[in-house]
Each structure stands twice: as C-alpha cells, then as structure tokens.
C-alpha cells in the first residue's frame, strides 16, 4: 500500500500544481472514469482481442492510466481507502460467487 501512497501523493501534487482540485468533484471524477474507460474499449472495436493488443497496447496503458488516476482521485475526494473497498469486494464475491458453484462457469451467481 505505500506505492500507491506515493502515486497518490504524486497525482495530487500533479494536480494542485496546476488549480485543477476545483474541477474533481466526485461526479465529474465519475463522469471521466466512465468516459476514460470507453475510450479504453474503443481500442478493441472492430478487431479481435489479439489485434487489438497487437495495435494498440500503448493506448490501451494510457486509457489504463487515465482510468487509475481518476479512480485514485475518486477515491481521495470520497474518503474511500482503496484497499479497504477491494478488500470487502474480494469478501462480496466471494459469497456470491462460491468456487464449488462459480469455478470455470461465467454464470451470474443469481442463476445458480
């Protein structure tokens, strides 16, 4: 958890360097998220997963990063400690999605 202390850090001093705090509130941070990860899905259009990598990886890190920093910004302007959340989800799915009912079968756990 300390390197993602440091991008915290990181990207929040990137973005108080240039005044841009006033403009991530947790909507517009949630809009971009949404918006970033569309472009990330735009990269695989009209091509098979393999071409799409092939063609466009370093897009597809860009897409990737842009997704994380708002994500962490997300987070900090929510008071969401990121690990805590994945942890609780990691639990979550656990219960739905037990390994004897989920292993291998990409049925939703309300099917089972």
């Known amino acids: 958890m300390d390197d993602l202390k440091q991008l915290t850090e990181k990207i929040l001093q990137f973005r108080d360097d240039r005044d841009w705090k ?3 509130n947790p909507k ?5 998220i949404s918006l970033e990860a569309s472009e990330l899905l735009e990269t695989f259009q009209w091509k ?4 799409a990598i092939e063609k466009n990886l370093e897009n597809m890190k860009d897409e990737l990063a842009d997704i994380l920093i708002y994500s962490i ?3 900090n302007e929510t008071g ?3 690990g805590e959340a994945i942890e609780k989800k990691i639990i979550k799915n656990g219960e739905k999605y037990p390994v004897e009912k989920a292993y291998g079968s990409s049925v939703k756990y309300t099917k089972y």
């Open 80 to 82: 969401i400690n990121i």
């Open 48 to 51: 098979t997963n393999d071409e």
């Open 28 to 32: 517009d941070l949630a809009l971009s």
């Open 22 to 24: 006033k403009f991530h």
């Open 73 to 75: 910004l997300f987070a």
